[in-house]
């Protein structure tokens, strides 16, 4: 089965305009409490990334050897870490990471699947089996072992987990975007844009593209709780962000050691990193249902 | 699925055979890459950094890597058909021999995970598509959506402190208790049928209060994924006429879900039994870190923290080739499972 | 009237929490004969079979004054005293065979799940007797369309395969829901006919359900006209046809002894009581 949407005719969508058609989405998020509630974790958590100098009570590397350690209090909620590091803070700060890790996959992966995936459903023919072929073939890829290898071949640090894991996190946004040109190049506004002579690339980009948009976006929601998994494993192996940098996979590894006398040092980053790979996992599904009423059989 | 399949069972069939050519080469050429090309002094990587520029000069003629790459290509190829995968620095020993020693193992946890998945996870999308929208359905989704966002190291580390060190209802990390390693003959590499095949039945019970935990961790995505797609693959039949039929005959929910839809979803569900068993070979890398595993994932992380990329290549190959062949089997599992394909 | 095998009165069918009625307050009676209901697609004709036989979907909320069948409260029955009924005193024909049949099952065993669910059977006598239903049903080899899957039948065939399944235990009443209208119509008389022979020797009451009033007036009895969940006429011969609804639907239907240009579309706003929508209804 493809994952298709109902199209929105041109003229639906000129009529609402963007703003309308948030807020319209957000009245209908409004109503699956668990989305909403996603989504609201979400919101927290890109709040807490963009003003956590504000919001954190410690500096994120603000080490106090005399408070290593600490059981979660009134002072530390969540404890100390082994250089006496506050892990709420670290939480705080380490949210800047996992959300510039997932944004920056998800604005390399979405343009690049929807750009190929367009592309070959729209022109079909041999340039859609040569496209889609190549998309399966990255598609068979083990994507963790791969990103792995990559980051070990290309040095440890962030910035290689973001090329790593984008590398094969493309495949499925394609094959889905293909799927939607498939039925959008068929519809009389497209038709009618190619009557009066616009050009393929006038076509793709105006007329295709943004009626596979929503689509994008939500399979992109989806995946980045799958990312978020990715760079938080690629950090407890020691290849995503380096020491002493919060990430929160790399908290969870220098926590294994004290696991069985101070289990908040790894115990509270794991949460982290549960709390928003589900809340991109609800929100994500509560935006398939809302843009696609179909699946909510499924 | 592939819009190709149109041109009868045949033809799909080839064309899948050739796309899996082509990716089995891809990953060749990928592995090529992120081996010989990407690190940016692979010399430097083997003989260290205190080697004289004559040692320095010999280990570069050795490795090739003053070929062209086409060259370098050709070799490399020629090597892997030997078997030859080069030496790991790690161990001083031909990578083969090491993987012959790791691939079990990971081999053996992920067998065990799949079966764990599969014996929970396939029963409770069942029943929760049998009784959707109730209290049961709500909890077979809680519990998917949980498995979907839970970083499994962790998972790993908290059940491995739950279970092993506060409980102590399972075994440690490795694969058996320290007095009793090594005392079994390899055969297969697999513990839990060596100690078996030796008649060491002491060894075989401690191997399962080892293995257990890790595989029950690890098995907790893939049930994850084999829950929310059995229960939609059973409310996809629910919905059609045949079971309605089957009702209007008189049969109850028992013999509609035993006679009626599991016939239908068998080929289904192995093609998601499939695609999990290659998401475990994966999920196993870092499991086995935490459980001190010492199978492809530990191998493989090791590797990767001194860069050792002979070793952290094979690896990337084996895996890449398991997780490839399986899906492969998986979409070819409609060609021999369902009789719809059959004889037209 | 003596020997009524179904005694529907006032059956009201609701999904979800709409309050728009599929099926409005729908009455009537079948003894030892055979009666049509024909309407549109929507009428709430197909709601009315299924929800004698108690398969609707739990969405589905079903009230009857009385639901009888054969001396028993429908709507009292548990669902066990159900499939023991099903398939054994009350059966349905549905419309496509393609959909019905179970694909990947062999025709033999669909056919014997029926001996072998009410029979009390062991499974070679249930097969056995799944043959020589496959017989009465005239078809030929049957040996080789035991084995068969449905997808290797024909259409036709197909519902002769169904009907065997169905009639296999010579069940009271025979609910048969478009049992044509998805076939070849070189084939439709045949399987009409064949479902009629069946009926008839068997001694069954049949309820045939159909948007093909013409059809219906030559096998049944009677005729009960649907329009929007409500029974508007009751006919023995299409000539007494009164309702406007009945008579555009005679009219739309194409006669091969009277052939005309054009088919007639039913003008609704000549049997709409008032066209103003109703409460509920969208537009």
Redesign the interface.
Known sequence: MQDTFPLKTPTQTRMSGAGMALRRFYSDLRREPLGHAGFIVIMILILAAVFAPLLAPYPAARQSLGEALQSPSAQHWLGTDEFGRDILSRLIWGAQITMRTVLSVSAIVGPVGLMIGITAGYFGGRTDAILMRFTDVVLSFPSLVLALAFAAALGAGLNTAIIAISLTAWPPIARLARAEALVVRNTDYVAAARIYGASHLRLLLLYIAPMCVPSVVVRLTLNMATITLTAASLGFLGLGAQPPMPEWGAMISAGRRFMLDQWWVAVMPGFAILITSLAFNVLGDAMRDILDPRHTRG | MSSDTLGGPARAFAGRVLQFAISIFALIAVTFTIGRLLPTDPVGAIVGELASPEAYAAMRERLGLDQPVIWQFVSYLRDLVHGDLGFAAMTGRPVLDDLKIAFPATLELATLAIIISFILGVPLGLAAAFNRDTWIDHIARIISLVGHSIPVFWFGIVGLVVFYAWLQIAGGPGRVDVFYEGLVPPVTGMILIDSLLAGETAIFWNAVSHIILPASMLAYAAMAYITRMTRAFTLEQLNQDYVVAARAKGAGQARILMHHILPNITVQLVTILAISYGGLLEGAVVTEIVFSWPGLGQYMTSALLIGDMNAVVACTMVIGLMFMTLNFLSDIAYAFLDPRTGEG | MENQILEVSDLNVAFGRGSVRAVDGVSFTLGADKVGIVGESGSGKSTVGRAI?G?LPPSAHVTARRLHFDGLDLLDQT??QM??????RL??I???PR???????PIGRQVA??AL??GNMSRKDATQAAAAMLERVQIRDVARVMRA?P??ISGGMGQRV?IA??LLSAPRLVIADEPTSALDVSVRGEVLSLLDELVTSNGSSLLLISHDIRMVASFCDRILVMYKGRIVENLTRLEEARHPYTRSLIAAMPDARHPVHRLRVPDRESFEPSHTPLAGETL
């Open positions: 036989m398969l669902e066990r499939q023991s009924l099903r398939g054994n059966s349905l549905m419309q496509d959909y019905s049949l179970n694909p990947v099952l799940e029926t669910l009410h899957y997808h290797q169904m399944a169905m």
